[in-house]
């Protein structure tokens, strides 16, 4: 490996350290303001709805295995199956799909 | 450790397993990407063990391939990146009293998406043994599954690594639907956010959005309409 190389991927860890580590250590006190509050609880929400659709039908290869897989995962996920449960479910529903359709 | 802290950090460990098994699948390829960009084995599975980022990670290989600046990396790394300061902030919130400054650092290495995801889908309060618990498996599964995709390139049937690729999804749905058929609120936001995600994926004119500054805009937009008609009750029963 190049010292060259060892600075970019340096410049990488510590950007990317930087952007997770400053707001946690910044923000050390409760938030009162209710806005803010409010906004920060539906954060994960909002970013795991926006991240999950529509990447999620790419995430296989083919539309069909992943929209089996995505059904099977909602379906588990409303009866409140756990998290490994729902993403190997997923997983094998998508599986069995390509295998066999 | 007391029994209660092994507890917290066995805890963690096992709601990490499927994020680790995500990961051990994502980094695969990740390994395989490197050494074709002409990465050694080494460096790849430093870049792994150093970011635990799969698409800062992905640009930043583009950026070294390409022999781009330094500047122009660490540009991309905080664009695609700073969706970690909303989850770092969101995270900050929630961790018990018992955080000092030095496991705060240590902590904020780990947040990734999802282990954000989990942690932030607790009803209560984290401790540091269990976010110990919950970031040192996926860790391992990220820096194990780029040195297995580097040194070996593909060991997994194709369509079986395809398959293992919407394990994290299902992770994902694992945690909002249960959330969103609870609250009306959570409905919303997600229903919003998923709205603007397929918007800017498929409307031409947005096109120009980088994937990381999307999931910021949308993640945003649904916060800010939830928290503006389906605000949550006041915690510790402060009123402003």
Known sequence: ?101 | MSQSSRREFFGGFKDSIPIALGYLSVSFGFGIMAVSNGLSVFAAVLISMTNLTSAGQVAGLTVIASGGGLIEMAVAQLVINLRYSLMSLSLSQKLDGKFTWLSRLAISFGITDEIFAVASGRSKEVSKQYMAGLISLPWVGWALGTLLGAAAGEILPEKLKLALGIAIYGMFVAIFVPAARKAVGVLIVVIVAVAASCCIRYIPIFSGISEGFSIIICTVLAAVIGAVFFPVKQEGGSDE
């Not at chain 1, 946690?24 to 006190?29: D, I, K, Q, S, T």
């Not at chain 1, 303001?33 to 920060?40: E, I, K, M």
């Not at chain 1, 190997?88 to 066999?100: D, E, H, I, Q, W």
Request: net charge positive.
């Open chain 1, 1 to 101: 490996m190049t010292v060259k190389i060892l600075i970019y991927i340096i410049v990488m860890a510590v950007v990317t350290y930087l952007v997770r580590m400053l707001p946690m250590m910044v923000f050390r006190r409760k938030i009162k303001s209710r806005f803010l509050q409010s906004f920060l609880y539906y954060v994960p929400y909002a970013v795991l709805g926006a991240m999950t659709i529509p990447a999620v039908f790419y995430a296989t290869g083919d539309v069909l295995s992943a929209s089996i897989g995505l059904a099977v995962a909602f379906l588990l996920a409303f009866f409140g199956q756990s998290l490994i449960v729902v993403a190997l479910a997923a997983s094998s529903a998508a599986f069995l799909t390509m295998l066999f359709i």
